[in-house]
């Protein structure tokens, strides 16, 4: 008897096992409110200057340019929802070293650590455009310079930034997609009451601009970091359901963004390529109102709690940069605090110094976010389904290597073009 029910034990535990995993799959968020959270994760910073972007691409070949990026984007956002699934993987680095091994962990590593801290450097250089003319746009007693500015903010979320734990700021991503949305909802209502496009707006020109259109618009389209735990927090995952998520969510963001760039453009035409400009809610015409007062102190308060959540995936990507390369860090809590704090300054000092948000964000799309949106995820995908009979032709095969293709051409030409401007 006792050996009999020593045999059924093993077996006892796998079914458990098996029920424990269904119920973790069944359990989570719908589909709506998956997409909802994923929205959030692809909209920010980007969409502020787009109306540049396309001030170099012209009105459709920037619309046609945002349609190749979006679908591009959604796709390749889908894969690694595909990757996740395959895998089990619930992190964009759990699935590049299952698909490519630990040996090339620090790659991904390395690109990541570069985006984040640019992306930080990008919301600081926004918070001083933003703030000083809020404060000036509402009367108020206090005269605060571009570098002040972005000192007072990031001393103020200094604490957050050196927390390890910034999961309580949850909400402050709801406050960012809020954000967004009423700073699209500006631009719209303010180029419809307009007084009609200006003389100089080109409904169609090709020309070398829009190897920085791509990378621009690239950049508003990113948020691949979270697709795998997104999918895996998606009740009944599974790639049709997935799918949907990414039709819904890209969609809305497509929206959003075309709204963006066409109305700010529509507005302000090539004057938007005048130094610091790129920033499309700097504009003078813009300055003053009450409306725009509202999405500079919106914008800035989202961008700031934004921040730490980014200083949070610089530290950990430098940290697991320096372990892949066998550097010591010390210890857990006193190692991790002088990361941050070395993070902190050279993102502060970056900030102090640059100005250009466009080319920083033009900059960061054509090299980083490239390779974490087009190039990566094909290279991972194309692994992944290797050997799969049902992930065969054009749709598995060739679109992971025309997205890799198109990547690297964006990439290589958004690099040379940006530094020539």
Known sequence: MSSETSAQCPFTEYN????????????????????????????????????WAFAYSTMWPGVLCTVLMGLMSAHSFWM???????????????????????????????????????SIVSYLIIIGDYLPLSLHGLDLPVVLHRRAAILLVALLILPLNLTDDVSFLGYASILGTIGSLYAASVLVVESVEGRGPPSDMQSWSLSLGMCVTAPAVTFAFNGHFNAPVLY????????????????????????????????????????????????????PALQGKAEVMVAYLATSL????????????????????????????????????????????????????????????????????????????SMMYLRCVRGLDACQGVFHCGLPIASMAIGLVVGVAGVVTSMLL
């Open 16 to 51: 458990a096992a098996v029920q424990q995993g269904e119920a973790a799959r069944t359990a989570g968020s719908s589909v709506l409110l998956t997409a909802i959270s994923s929205m959030k994760t692809i909209m920010g910073a980007g969409i502020l200057t787009l109306s």
């Open 80 to 118: 690694l929802g595909r990757c996740s699934d395959i895998t089990g993987k619930r992190s964009y680095g759990g699935i590049w070293a299952f698909a490519f091994g630990e040996r090339l962990a620090w790659v991904p590593s390395l690109v990541t650590f570069v985006f984040c801290a640019f």
């Open 232 to 283: 895996q927090s998606l009740a009944n995952h599974s790639p049709a359901r997935w799918g949907v998520v990414t039709a819904i969510a890209y969609g809305a963001c497509f929206l959003i963004t075309c709204a963006s760039g066409i109305s700010g453009y529509y507005m302000f035409g090539s004057t938007l390529l005048l130094p610091g400009r790129s920033n499309v809610f700097t504009a």
């Open 302 to 377: 989202s961008v700031a709690l934004g921040i730490p959540f980014y200083m949070q995936s610089t530290r950990g990507a430098l940290l697991e940069l320096m372990q892949s390369r066998g550097i010591a860090c010390g210890a857990p809590g006193k190692g991790t605090r002088s990361l941050s704090a070395v993070c902190v300054l050279a993102t502060l000092c970056a900030a102090m110094l640059l100005t250009d948000l466009g080319i920083i964000n033009a900059i960061n799309g054509a090299v980083c976010a490239c390779l974490i949106m087009f190039v990566f995820p």
